[in-house]
């Protein structure tokens, strides 16, 4: 877009590092430096910047930014916030139905799956067991938030007869994406989330947005603001681009037989 770091413009960049404490900290040090624009990733940073009662533009990638009362409308958002909302909403249904839709063409024998949620995002546990229903599949739910949790929740699948692990795409889970893939490969468990690098690090397969086309809107979104444009005017959106990885050496470790069909869609194949 034309811009140049340190010349046209300044980034200042903070992270939570996992404490929703130094978050807080450091979203009031965003507010005290009066930024032109802000960009928040997840409802965490979200909260802890309007805990601060700052005016700056905010442009947001979340799950749900009406749902979650961040904005009153997609097409409209009003006051100061705009972005992406990450299908994570009445959207994010269809999604969470295609991943199951997916594994289920990966194993067609497949009838038991074990859900990892977060029980702070419950909507996304009703998604599941809705479109659970639709493939006729029997879905075992546990939440966690830790990774103390999440060791004896993998063990609880196994011994409840799961045959496959749906992994919430939330916050915890992305941190601790390796060791659970880990976990349930010596389960002989095949996973499936949203984020490419989950296939990546060994999971079977993953479908969800494109996390580089949602950067590359949330740049837009910077741009028109530092042009002037108000967070009011400028449309909430969807993400539009959506990725099938599937980890080919996964599905061979675990004895699968991935159909052609299957990998025919898909955007990156691991061998």
């Known amino acids: ?11 200042e960049y ?34 802890a910047l309007l805990a601060t009662g700052t005016t700056i533009p905010i442009v947001a990638a979340t799950g749900d930014l009406v749902a979650d009362g961040f904005v009153p409308s997609m097409p409209h958002p009003g006051g100061t ?42 909507r996304n546990l009703s998604q599941v067991e809705l479109a659970a229903q639709t493939l006729d599949l029997h879905i075992f739910s546990v939440p966690a938030q830790l990774i103390e949790e999440v060791k004896p929740a993998i063990a609880g699948f196994k011994r409840d007869g799961a045959e496959a692990i749906i992994v919430d795409a939330s916050p915890p889970f992305i941190a601790y994406q390796p060791e659970i893939v880990e976990l ?15 296939a990546e690090d060994g999971g079977l397969l993953s479908y969800g947005m494109s996390i580089f086309s949602v950067e590359q809107r949330l740049a837009y979104y910077v741009d028109r603001i530092l042009k002037g444009a108000k967070p009011a005017d400028l449309p909430v959106e969807y993400p539009t681009k959506f990725e ?10 675990l004895g699968l037989t991935v159909p052609e069909s299957l990998l025919l869609q898909a955007d990156k194949v691991i061998e």
């Open 184 to 198: 349930a490969l010596d389960l002989r468990l095949p996973t499936v989330s949203e984020q490419p690098e989950f």
């Open 81 to 122: 916030i705009t972005g992406i909302s990450l299908m994570q909403g009445p959207m994010g249904a269809n999604l969470t139905g295609k991943r199951l839709q997916l594994v289920k063409e990966a194993m067609p024998a497949l009838t038991k799956v074990g859900f990892l949620f977060n029980p702070k995002l419950p």
């Open 1 to 11: 877009m034309g811009y140049a770091e340190g010349q046209s413009i300044i980034v």
């Open 14 to 47: 903070r992270f939570g590092q996992g404490s929703e404490d130094h978050l807080k900290d450091r979203a009031t040090e965003l507010a005290r430096l009066r930024m032109d624009v802000i960009v928040a990733l997840g409802p965490p940073a979200m909260h």
């Open 244 to 253: 099938l990885v599937i980890n080919l050496k996964t599905a061979k470790a």
